[in-house]
């Protein structure tokens, strides 16, 4: 069955790539969603909303702390007045005017274990591995994915809860990771936390946590080593993950539970298709994922509608423009994203009949 999409909304967005394939959008609880650009020395904020309305200045535009830094996933306030960044050997919180409002040191994410530092806080030591910070959807606190050095001496990664106003570390959670990198994702729900740990050909660790009155409870789904965390929705208790490798999308309740499992369709007699990291919930009845990667050609790709509850393939999604090989990004609201590179052309789509 094929599923014909409408376009809604089409704009001229430099970097928007960033937005389907990369960590780029935030989106929160009570449904807005922003575009977190990097420009050079600075880090845009774009209201999805009013990008799609014409308005191409940025809501806020914060200095980097680290120019030379590009690595580590940040995170801007829910009033959009300050943001926080997750740097190479510290997490800092800068307002809108660029002012430092606090800083919460941590060891290097430099995979060279002792390896020297110059003193410059501009200081970039080699490697690519990063961690990353998420404010709550109450602008109450900061979750960060950290290095830091142990009691023995040794490095170990620790997920760690601070004060959004001063940076003071309000509780931790040991990690048995040894990342390559990381994100995170709050849950509309607005208790929740998860986070999910990239490890390279050592696979991935998926972690949620809840602070409740002082308390941190935290608990993962690491037996396979194998699920990102993909996408949540307020219309759905639980998450949404992608095997490793592709092979399958799984629902699961909070606690971890599979609640419904898929497997893309074959296609014809060549290698089996795979899903991309790209993919989550239209809305709370319909998930989009897509095929690209494991497409042979181009034309070939595809995006795919499917049940949010049991997760059964409605269909292929046709677009009025010809096939689209871009990576997908859903805004929870009945609509999804695509970026032609070519053009830097934004568009928005939503299906016109399911």
């Not at 308005?55 to 801007?76: I, K, M, N, Q, Y």
């Amino acid at each position: 069955m094929s599923i014909t999409a409408q376009l809604r909304d089409s704009v001229e967005l430099p970097g928007g790539g960033a937005l389907v394939n990369g960590f780029a959008f935030e989106s929160r609880g009570g449904g807005a969603c922003r575009a977190l650009l990097g420009n050079g020395c600075e880090l845009e904020v774009h209201d999805l909303g009013e990008v799609f309305s014409g308005e191409s200045v940025p809501t806020a535009v914060f200095p980097l702390p680290w120019p030379g830094w590009d690595r580590g996933v940040h995170s801007v306030s829910p009033d959009g007045t300050f943001a926080v960044f997750s740097g190479q050997r510290a997490v800092r919180a800068v307002g809108r005017g660029g002012e430092t409002l606090w800083e919460y040191r941590h060891a290097c994410w430099g995979p060279v274990i002792g390896h020297p530092h110059t003193g410059d806080e501009q200081e970039v030591c080699p490697g690519h591995e990063h961690g990353s910070c998420r404010v709550s959807d109450d602008g109450r606190l900061v979750w960060a994915h950290i290095v830091a050095e142990s009691a023995e001496g040794e490095c170990e990664e620790r997920w760690v809860v601070l004060d959004a106003r001063d940076g003071r570390e309000l509780d931790r959670l040991p990690l048995s990771s040894e990342a390559s990198g990381s994100h995170q994702l709050s849950h509309p729900d607005g208790v929740h936390m998860g986070l999910c740990i990239g490890m390279g050909q050592d696979g991935v660790l998926l972690h949620w946590a809840r602070r409740d009155g002082g308390e941190l409870t935290g608990w993962d789904l690491n037996e396979s080593l194998d699920r990102i965390l993909m996408d949540v929705n307020a219309g759905h208790p639980g998450f949404l993950t992608v095997e490793h490798s592709g092979w399958d999308l799984q629902l699961h309740a909070l606690d971890g539970t599979v609640l419904a499992e898929v497997s893309p369709d074959p296609a014809g007699d060549g290698d089996p298709p795979r899903w991309d990291y790209g993919c989550g919930f239209v809305d709370a009845d319909t998930v989009i994922a897509s095929t690209i990667d494991s497409a042979e050609e181009p034309e070939q790709a595809r995006h795919w509608l499917l049940d949010a509850r049991t997760l059964e393939i409605r269909g292929a999604v046709a677009y009025p423009t010809g096939p689209v090989d871009s990576y997908v990004r859903p805004l929870g609201d009945g609509t999804w994203l695509t970026y032609d590179d070519k053009s830097g052309t934004l568009n928005r789509w939503a299906a016109t009949a399911l």
